[in-house]
Nanobody, 125 residues
Framework: QVQLVESGGGSVEAGGSLRLACEAS????????RGWFRQAPGKAREGVAA????????FYSQSVKGRFTISRENNGNIVYLQMDNLQPKDTAMYYC??????????????????WGQGTQVTVSA
């Protein structure tokens, strides 16, 4: 059984930082993509960062490029999202996606088969 658990969310002031983690169990990451997505009320889920577990290639949306960094441990069991210089526009529920095919769009939600329950990130001005 695949289980994904996100952690690290919280409330911060603009300009602050948070580090999200996605811990996985019952899953083999080899040759698959992992992604971080976010969804604000009334908006569609948006892919913000992704990583190919096997080779480490990363992808970012333009809105977070230069501020967010996705990484993984060598064994691929944990994927992180370091978020720096957070802004109110980043406020959303953040979800970890797993089981992503490397043949799919890394920031596309349809690419992933498994999802965590999400962790809330709130950034105040």
């Amino acid at each position: 059984q695949v289980q994904l658990v996100e952690s690290g969310g919280g409330s911060v002031e603009a300009g602050g930082s948070l580090r999200l983690a996605c811990e996985a169990s019952g899953y083999t990451y080899s040759r698959n993509a992992r992604g971080w997505f976010r969804q604000a009320p009334g908006k569609a889920r948006e892919g913000v960062a992704a990583i190919y577990v096997g080779g480490g290639r990363t992808f970012y949306s333009q809105s977070v490029k230069g501020r967010f960094t996705i990484s993984r441990e060598n064994n691929g069991n944990i994927v992180y999202l370091q978020m720096d210089n957070l802004q109110p526009k980043d406020t959303a529920m953040y979800y970890c996606g797993a089981g992503g095919s490397i043949s799919g769009a890394p920031l596309g939600s349809d690419t992933y088969d498994y999802w965590g329950q999400g962790t809330q990130v709130t950034v105040s001005a």
